[in-house]
């Protein structure tokens, strides 16, 4: 039993601070809901038997999960991740919800397939980048490769729509191939392809150029596209230095769209003030660290990409959030993991870190966090 909790403590109790902070910020964004009983309910269901409860035990079970496994099955867990985002366009299974498909129908509950993709995705990256190694060089076997894998997702996610999924797992998988030993020609080609596909994303979807022109001027349409824009920055501005109190927020019953999903960081600010938001920006940027700390001192680059590409999704997805509400970054659609309403997104979140402990207590070189 000793040796099943000989993990990094900090990365583990950093981990617990933000699964704790998003109890207490989901509970009180989930006042404004009081008011449908059953509507309440359920979001209280999802969120913490499904998501929490289900994220815990997952958590154990990746903790002891061989990770070998991971490395030998990485081709088959990605493929099981295509399969799921593929299920959302057949009929009766996947259903559409805000002009998006992205969820999946398992009776009386729901499945968002691409939370479970994320990971995968970021396995068999890990995987595939151990074993091409020094190859990585060559077009033909690294760019090319890369690109047919991240290709297909894009298409599969573009399709949903979810464009703000892909630009994760996009963003998450180039650092992870530049950290395998990417070429600087390599970089500049993504680079280039990345900027000629933006272009044309902004071109064949007005809503993506809508969110820039607010994202330039954000009271340009004050009352439409720009609206959710001005009410998140409006919370945050009356929590002042130190909020109106847990449970206390008023934008959040009328005027904030979406607070329990990707506007939960304005409720939190207008609650717990500039203080609240700064520890929990504080809070993810030790998470980031210590799990970069973590997969330094590993020696297999499986283990050492598979802790990057975690540790990098959740911070990425968490602070492309926080640009958000802040109007630092055009707005998207993420939720802020450990925060944001979505079970699903939740429980897989806390598996992962299962399987980042699962590393340090694995695979790391000989460290002082093991020794009494």
Do not use: C
Request: aromatic share 14%; net charge positive.
């Amino acid at each position: 039993m000793k040796k099943y909790f000989q993990f990094d403590k900090l990365f583990f109790w950093l981990s617990v601070a933000l699964v704790v902070i998003g109890i207490f910020v989901f509970l009180s964004a989930s006042f404004s809901a009081f008011g449908d009983a059953a509507k309440f309910k359920g979001i209280l269901f999802n969120q913490f038997v499904l998501g929490l409860g289900g994220g815990i035990i997952l958590f154990f079970i990746m903790l002891r999960f061989p990770i070998e496994f991971l490395r030998k099955y990485a081709l088959a867990i990605y493929g099981l991740g295509l399969v799921l985002l593929i299920l959302v366009f057949v009929p009766h299974i996947g259903f559409a919800h805000g002009g998006a498909r992205r969820w999946l129908n398992l009776g009386p509950l729901s499945f968002q397939s691409v939370e479970f993709a994320k990971f995968a995705v970021i396995i068999y990256l890990a995987a595939w980048l151990s074993v091409v190694k020094a190859k990585i060089v060559n077009i033909s076997q690294g760019l090319v490769p890369f690109g047919i894998i991240m290709g297909i997702v894009g298409a599969l996610l573009l399709a949903q729509p979810d464009t703000d999924s892909f630009l994760i797992i996009l963003v998450t998988g180039v650092v992870m191939y530049i950290l395998a030993g990417a070429k600087w020609r390599d970089i500049g080609i993504m680079l280039a392809i990345g900027i000629i596909a933006g272009g044309s994303l902004l071109v064949m979807r007005p809503y993506l150029m809508a969110r820039i022109k607010d994202f330039i001027d954000p009271s340009r349409d004050a009352l439409g596209s720009s609206y959710q824009v001005q009410q998140q920055l409006i919370a945050i501005g009356s929590g002042k230095l130190t909020g109106r109190g847990f449970g206390q927020g008023i934008q959040k019953f009328q005027y904030l769209p979406e607070p329990l999903g990707d506007s939960i960081f304005s409720v939190a600010g207008e609650e717990f003030g500039f203080l609240g938001l700064l520890v929990i920006i504080l809070v993810y940027v030790m998470f980031f660290f210590r799990g970069i700390w973590i997969a330094n001192r590993i020696k297999d680059p499986f283990g050492k990409l598979l802790v990057i590409g975690i540790v990098g999704l959740i911070v990425f997805q968490s602070f492309l959030n926080i640009a958000s509400a802040t109007a630092v970054f055009p707005l998207g659609g993420l939720p802020l993991i450990f925060i944001s309403h979505g079970g699903t997104a939740l429980a897989f979140a806390i598996g992962a870190i299962g399987i980042v402990l699962n590393i340090s207590r694995t695979q790391q070189k000989e460290s002082t966090i093991f020794k009494k």
